[in-house]
């Protein structure tokens, strides 16, 4: 339940824009009704129709901030595709980098000079000395946690509770039982989870001296918002090293919020960095960066496998392919840059105001969340400091209300673990328009 909002209210609203959601999307209701007769749920992948109450529609294009579904309805995004795309739509610097590239080769198993530029870049970026690519985030982690236990001969993994470090069993591990069927228990049963900002918990998890790694993101982001309270991330590094663990951050939604990501802004030491979603260019792409030591062992690890003898796990066919690196270093050198991230800032913050003055207007015990490019209701007078705290926001009815009723009028709303997002392409228009969608919302469950 949401405090200062009927619950009967809520439903009827979901309810009247449900069916006018349906009845606007008939295109696409046709899409996935034949996809049905090929695909589990009508979808190419679970979640594009499982993150939403409503039903999926199939886009075709778009421009700018917007996209558009079969039926010609266009959304202004904020969403993002889960911040995988945050440049935009239509023709871009990476979109024509991609397209000279494919014209010469996507793929060649072999290094190219756009993976230098990349590697370069990054280490500009956070300080990261080496670097190696997968296609996914989930993939970097899982090659993150294979170095961190050949280095320290260890097995467990510490991770957060309201963590998600993409699709793999030790990181899927809940507090109990896995997160989600077809985990196998033995693949998780090394995972152990603690509360974020929590010292005491992590200096416990320690102290058997049995644990490789720390994961962790420096504000969870896919539990709604959860901030690191100053000092929590210093002293956790602190501690892994003092009990020979090794500590990663995780910054695949962080390095959207700042130029660099998080860490390096606010002085933030780690011996892995994982970057994933594309960096927001919307092309398969992920990677992770790591100090002098551990680049060195690696590389001692490739030699080894070179000269027939057991070695890492790491590595895939298509890593480092020629078209993702293009991308990749496009989307860098032209939209990613240090000016592009000061103005998602800005209107970032245009966003959260105008959410904390809806909020007050309509006298709600709520605030707005806050990061960089990040904003969205904050269900709680207070922010949250961990998991057990950010639950109220995670409501899904609420969310649910919410997303099909800016839908029909032209917002592509963020899914319930996250929360709106400003992008490379929004303009300002962009955001006063969000604020005035949300509002009507506002006014419409609460009576107002």
């Not at 690191?228 to 959207?256: I, K, M, N, V």
């Not at 260019?281 to 590389?299: R, S």
């Not at 029909?408 to 969608?437: C, K, L, M, T």
Request: proline share 5%; hydrophobic share 45%; with cysteine.
């Amino acid at each position: 339940m949401v405090a200062g909002i009927d619950p009967a209210r809520l439903n009827a609203v979901f309810e009247r824009e449900y069916r006018a959601f349906v009845a606007r999307t008939p295109k696409s209701a046709n899409l996935i009704a034949r996809a049905r007769e090929v695909m589990p749920d009508g979808v190419p992948m679970a979640w594009m129709a499982g993150l939403f109450a409503h039903p999926p529609i199939c886009a075709v294009g778009g421009e700018g901030s917007t996209f558009e579904d079969a039926d010609g309805n266009r959304y202004i995004d904020f969403n993002l595709a889960d911040l995988s795309n945050t440049i935009g739509y239509g023709p871009t610097a990476v979109s024509r980098r991609i397209a000279e590239t494919a014209a010469r080769g996507v793929q060649y198993l072999m290094p190219s000079e756009d993976a230098i530029a990349v590697a370069e870049q990054l280490r500009r970026r956070t300080g990261f000395q080496f670097w190696q690519y997968t296609l996914s985030a989930s993939q970097a982690n899982t090659e993150i946690i294979r170095i961190a236990r050949a280095m320290t001969g260890r097995q467990k993994v510490v991770v957060f509770e309201g963590k998600y470090h993409g699709h793999l069993d030790t990181t899927m591990a809940g507090d109990g039982p896995p997160d989600a069927l077809g985990l196998a228990p033995a693949s998780v049963r090394d995972t152990v989870v603690i509360p974020f900002n929590d010292p005491a918990a992590l200096r416990a998890a320690l102290a058997g001296g049995d644990v490789a790694l720390v994961m962790t993101e420096p504000a969870l982001t896919n539990c709604t918002l959860v901030l690191a309270e100053p000092g929590f991330l210093t002293e956790a590094h602190a501690l892994c090293r003092a009990a020979g663990t090794l500590f990663a951050f995780d910054e695949t939604h962080t390095w959207q919020f700042a130029y660099g990501g998080l860490a390096p802004g606010d002085g933030l030491t780690a011996d892995f960095l994982c970057l994933g979603k594309g960096l927001g260019t919307g092309v398969a792409f992920a990677c992770y960066g790591m100090t002098l030591e551990i680049g060195a062992f690696v590389e001692d690890q490739l030699e080894s496998i070179s000269r027939d003898r057991n070695g890492l796990a790491i590595g895939g066919t298509l890593f480092g392919n020629a078209l993702s690196l293009a991308a990749t270093r496009a989307g860098l050198e032209e939209i990613l840059t240090e000016d592009g991230y000061t103005r998602l800032v800005r209107l970032g913050t245009r966003l959260a105001d105008g959410l904390d003055g809806l909020i007050a207007r309509h006298g709600l015990p709520w605030r707005s969340f806050r990061l960089g490019p990040r904003a969205g209701f904050c269900l709680t007078p207070e922010a949250p400091r961990n998991y057990a705290e950010a639950k109220p926001s995670l409501d899904r009815s609420f969310s649910a209300a919410r997303r099909v009723f800016m839908a029909n009028r032209g917002i592509w709303e963020a899914i319930i673990s996250a929360a709106p997002q400003v992008g490379f392409a929004h303009d300002e228009a962009d955001i006063d328009r969000y604020v005035e969608v949300a509002g009507a919302f506002l006014a419409d469950v609460s009576g107002a």
